[in-house]
Each structure stands twice: as C-alpha cells, then as structure tokens.
C-alpha cells in the first residue's frame, strides 16, 4: 500500500460526499468511521505513504534493509478506540487480533500485536509492575515491592495515587506536574525515579512545564484504571502494517477515493450558508471539487493555513500549539541480547546518556533491534544522529550489562508531538461551536482536537477523527444516498 496512489472510481455526480484532508491516523479514523456510516469519502494525503506521524520506514540498519516505525510509539491497552480500529479494518486477524505476551510464540506468527502487562525494570532497580487487583491497587501493591525505595518513599507513593482517585483524577488546571507532585508531598528521588520518567515519555513534555490535569487523566486512564488498561501493546512489525495501510486497502474495497500524493492548497465555501465545500489541491490539470463537509486531519500550523480565512479564531487557537522533537534510536545486534520487553533507562545528562525507554523489537532483518526513545529533546543542546547513536548505544551496553550494538540508525521528527503545557488551546473537532457562526460542516481530527484532555498520542488522533466523522454523519443524516 505505502508509495501507491489508489483510485476507486469517484461517486456519482450529485451524490453527497466528506473530503478528509490528511492520511495519518485521525484522518483514517473518520474516514472508516464515515465509510461504515455510509458517507461517500475522498481522503487526501500529501506524502507517499499513509499513517502521517507513525508510519512504516524502510531504513538501511547495517547490512539489513528493514521496515521500522519512524519513531517509537506507545500504545496501551486503555487505546481502545485504536485497537476496535486496528480489528475492524484487519477483520480477518484470529481472536481480537491481540495476545498475551507469553502466547506469542512460533506457533501462532499471525498475530500482530504482542501484549505485555505492566512490569518495567530500571538499572537502578526500582520495578514497576501490575499485580492482579483492581485499580490503582494492582500498581501500589507491585511498587510496594521495590527495595530501592524507602518506606517513606513507598508511602508517599500510596498517598499521591489514592489522593488522584479521591479527587476523581480533576481539578488540577493551570498546574504543572511539578506543582502537583509537590502538592501531594513526593519525595525528589521518587519524582525522579519514576514521576519525571513517565511525565515525559507520556507528554513529551518535562515535568516542570507539563499540564497536570493531563498528567492525571493519562494515570486514570492506565494505572488507574485496572484490568490490563496498562498493557503495553507492540506491533511484531510495524504500526503502519496495523492501521494506516489495512485501512486504505478496506477503504479502497468500499469505494472510497484515496489520493496519495495530494497537497490541499486551500478550501473555501461554496456559498455564504457553508452549505458546501471546494476543494483545491496541488494538481494543476484537476479542477476544484465540491463536497458536503470537510474534515481536516492535518497537524496543527496546516489546520492553521487551511481553515486561516474561514475560521480566524480557529486558526489563531491552533498557531499557538508549540511543539518539541522525538528522537528514536534503533540499535541492532547480531544475537538476542536478552532484553526486557520494556527497560525505564537511567537518564544522566551529564554523562550524555540521553535513552529514556528501550523496547525490545525482536528479529528485524538480519538484526535484533531495541528501540531507545529520546523525548522533550528541546530542553537539551542540539546533537547529531551519529552523536546521539554512539552515546546511546554506550549507555545501553553499561546500564543493561550487553554488548555495543554494531548497528544503529537514527529518527528524528522535529516537530514529533505538541507540547503539553496547561496553557496550550483547549479544541474539539466541531468548528461551528469553537467559532460560533455559520460554519457548519468543517470538522478537525488530530490529537490536538481530542474530545477528551489526552496528550498528543495515538489514541487522542484515532478517537477526534471518530468524533469528527459521527459529528458529520448527524448533520448529513437523511441526505445521504442510500443510506
């Protein structure tokens, strides 16, 4: 699917049609969403491939060309909405397409998520792990255990998880994760040991700037909500192999046209009441086309541009998103070095060891690959891929007792994730209600349009385009034809 462009035959003339303008995950999102509510959709996407900020990468790792996600990302069992995605559009994958981590194994290589509970080591010691019990119980009872904290550090661990439960995980704006560690007393080796970690790896964001409310409602949302809500959940290939492309072929099989390669130069209503939408993209030869609603799916500054004369108040929100860069360093070793499914790194600036996160890829090519996350880069000095290979792969060989990867490469995404300050716009998709006029049928989809307070993640993209597409459906409903 990735670098082809796939045309099914356009909808008749007349018929009532969405244009999504973007192919990553919030703009396959509403389009299956539409597609299965029997919407006529056109999808526009201007880079070769689909999946927008988490798509399948070929790469040269050593002497072995490899499909690589362009970053590591996270996804957790509570990514509901992504995993009824990942199964709809994969409809033939056995089960609910997901496993245990301890059933994967030679016997059952079609299944194409391994899921792993809650059970992270640091090189410090300190572990962290579900245990079967309900709520933030499971992981107060796993913490418990770690030797590496004190007792007074253990209690004031059990005293910040019961007092965010009792609070019912709101009333935190305008406070950064800072602030509230410190409201609620934690000690600075447990801030950080385990808060800092997780601030950042979940808001890209340090924690001394990060929006607590956020903050609170990704801890309800994993370690606060019991069952296997922190999961983690990895793909045996790669995350474009899971949705971006299933979805353009299930798209495709239901007549939906998806244009690869297309760059939207601008929109416009067609008439004052914004009963109707044109649409110009960088084809010169195509004329402008008209559609019943748009949905726009692209990050933020290109939301900006696109929507810029329609809706100012809109496109001013959406300049003010700042944002920070991901790097994810693909390490590659000839034999199974052993690795944990997932490893917290000890950060230490001062040394240059800059790894926050490894997880375990397994066999890719010729290689065995763990890919090391380097979030929030923009609070460290500029440094070179090869620079940022050399001290990682030096910090992963002396916190985890392994041998130096003889193959790394290197992805950086400048502008990977918006940062997640407390002051950062508040948006939902419906356009109408954000700027109060006419503008009934112009949608966003992106994280940053996430009807819930999640960061800028996987789950926030798939569930805004969801809400996007129904949103459109209820205003179309009844002209629609044949639906």
């Not at 089960?95 to 640091?122: M, W, Y």
């Not at 004190?150 to 059990?158: F, I, K, Q, V, Y």
Request: aromatic share 6%.
């Amino acid at each position: 699917m990735a670098g082809v462009e796939h045309l099914a035959p356009g909808p008749a003339s007349g018929t009532v049609r969405v244009a999504v303008i973007g192919g990553g995950w919030a703009g396959l999102a509403a389009a299956v969403e539409l597609t299965e509510r029997g919407v006529p959709v056109t999808i526009f996407e201007a880079a070769p491939q689909w999946g927008g900020r988490a798509r399948r990468c070929p790469v040269q790792l050593g002497d072995s060309a490899v499909d690589l996600d362009n970053g590591q990302h996270l996804m957790l069992g509570a990514y509901r909405e992504c995993l009824r995605l990942i199964q709809h559009v994969n409809a033939d994958l056995p089960g609910d397409g997901l496993a245990p981590n301890h059933a994967v194994s030679a016997t059952s290589p079609e299944v194409p998520f391994v899921r792993t509970r809650l059970h992270i080591a640091t090189p410090d010691g300190l572990l962290l792990q579900r245990i079967r019990l309900p709520g933030t119980a499971g992981v107060i009872a796993g913490l418990l255990g770690a030797s590496i904290l004190s007792a007074g550090e253990r209690w004031a661990l059990m005293r910040f998880l019961s007092a965010l439960r009792w609070h019912r995980w709101r009333g935190f704006d305008g406070l950064t994760v800072m602030q509230l560690l410190a409201r609620f007393g934690q000690p600075p080796a447990l801030v950080k040991l385990l808060w800092e970690p997780l601030c950042i790896a979940a808001l890209n964001t340090e924690a001394s700037a990060a929006c607590a409310q956020t903050f609170a409602t990704v801890l309800r949302d994993s370690l606060g909500a019991g069952g296997d809500a922190s999961d983690f959940i990895t793909p045996r290939s790669t995350l474009g192999a899971l949705f971006p492309e299933p979805a353009a072929a299930w798209l495709q099989r239901r007549g939906a046209h998806l244009r690869l390669r297309r760059v939207v130069r601008g929109i416009a209503p067609s008439d004052p009441q914004g009963s109707a939408w044109r649409v110009r993209t960088s084809d010169a030869a195509a004329p402008d086309e008209e559609f019943a609603a748009l949905v726009i799916a692209v990050p933020p500054p290109n939301a900006a541009r696109l929507v810029g004369d329609a809706a100012p108040g809109v496109a001013a929100q959406l300049r003010k998103f700042e944002f920070d860069t991901i790097a994810t360093v693909y390490l590659g070793w000839r034999d199974d070095p052993g690795l944990a499914p997932i490893t917290m790194l000890g950060e230490d600036a001062g040394r240059g060891y800059y790894g926050q996160w490894l997880f375990d890829r397994g066999a890719q090519g010729n290689w065995h690959v763990g890919a090391i996350v380097v979030s929030a880069q923009g609070r460290r000095a500029p440094i070179g891929p090869s620079e940022l290979a050399r001290r990682v792969a030096s910090q992963v060989a002396e916190q985890l007792g392994v041998a130096v990867a003889p193959a790394t490469t290197v992805m950086i995404e400048k502008r990977a994730t918006w940062r997640c300050l407390p002051g950062r716009p508040r948006l939902i998709p419906d356009v109408c209600a954000l700027e109060g006029n006419h503008l009934q049928r112009l949608w966003l989809a992106g994280d940053h349009a996430c009807p819930e307070r999640y960061p800028a993640t996987l789950e926030g993209a798939v569930r805004s385009g969801v809400a996007a597409a129904r949103g459109v459906a209820a205003l179309l409903d009844g002209k629609i034809d044949g639906a």
